[in-house]
């Protein structure tokens, strides 16, 4: 199964959301489509034109944006970026674009900010589509981060490097809060450059031997933001989605999973997915990243069969 072809925006802006954030938008596809908004994940890396392509531009409005401080959007700061604000600035885009209910996608952290949105949002969200999702639980960061974490036992030369021998999950954070905010650039490109390999590793399982993304810049922006929340746990409670669960159990909701994945724990989604009465599509062979055609088909047939869902409720309305 391929993709939708690649689309230029018809509407592409920034939006002021206060304490002087703005965020950058686009929308593609059919301004009378069903609405989705995707969430990118991160948190710090910026909206991708190529997640348009999972919807089909003929009956989806897609709206892709930057979240605080990422990509396009300006400033590039952590101050005043915090995940409560992330969700109220997505309700504000909403009401901006003058829509009563959408539905939601996003990969890895995306998919935590759209299931923490519909937690608090739940009148407005007419579903979920949700690929490699992370919960952002203290068993979550264990997993990725700590000596004890299965990242750790796949790649334990990398891992000796990622985590310069610091003894727990809290002084890894902390010490590359430090590094990151050096005043020293190339200190912290540096360790931006340890950062963001490692992530790319458990994504796609081989280092990023091009360092920078697009530029180093880009790189340091990416790594602050994410050591930013996850020190502070996302700025949620631990298990704040499991306990929370009820609010969005009659949301039609899509879970797609890759078995392997060493970024987010598969068991974690299953149960999750269990509880929610959820469709989960399993990716055997398949970890993290989307760059499998396995993965892409999968994440189309979701949004194919979403559509297909909530044009029957829409006619049984």
Request: aromatic share 12%.
């Amino acid at each position: 199964m391929q993709l939708y072809p690649n689309i230029t925006p018809y509407h592409d802006f920034h939006l002021s959301v206060g304490s002087g954030h703005q965020i950058h938008v686009q929308e593609f596809g059919a301004p009378a489509g069903l609405p989705v908004v995707i969430c990118h994940g991160g948190p710090g890396m910026g909206l991708h034109a190529d997640n348009c392509r999972f919807f089909d531009p003929t009956r989806y409005r897609i709206i892709l944006y930057s979240q605080r401080g990422c990509g396009q959007s300006t400033p590039h700061l952590t101050s005043a970026n915090t995940t409560t604000e992330l969700v109220a600035d997505l309700d504000y885009l909403r009401t901006y674009l003058g829509l009563e209910k959408w539905v939601l996608s996003g990969g890895s952290w995306g998919a935590t900010l759209c299931l923490l949105y519909a937690i608090e949002h739940t009148q407005h969200v007419h579903g979920l589509i949700l690929r490699g999702t992370f919960l952002a639980t203290s068993a979550d960061f264990q997993w990725l981060y700590s000596r004890h974490g299965a990242a750790a036992h796949f790649y334990p030369e990398l891992y000796a490097r990622f985590s310069q021998e610091l003894p727990d999950v809290a002084s890894i954070f902390a010490f590359y809060r430090r590094q990151l905010n050096d005043d020293n650039q190339i200190n912290a490109n540096h360790f931006a450059k340890l950062w963001c390999q490692w992530e790319n590793v458990l994504s796609h399982g081989k280092q990023q031997h091009q360092w920078g993304l697009s530029s180093p810049q880009l790189g340091l922006n990416m790594a602050r933001l994410m050591v930013h929340y996850f020190t502070a746990q996302c700025f949620i409670t631990d298990n704040f989605i499991g306990e929370h669960y009820k609010k969005i159990s009659k949301i039609p909701t899509w879970f797609i999973h890759g078995r392997h994945d060493l970024v987010c724990r598969f068991n974690a989604v299953q149960h999750l997915a269990e509880q929610l009465n959820a469709q989960l599509l399993i990716l055997d062979g398949v970890g993290h990243g989307v760059d499998s055609n396995v993965y892409l088909a999968a994440v189309r047939r979701a949004a194919d069969l979403m559509w297909i869902k909530l044009s029957r409720n829409r006619c049984k309305d």
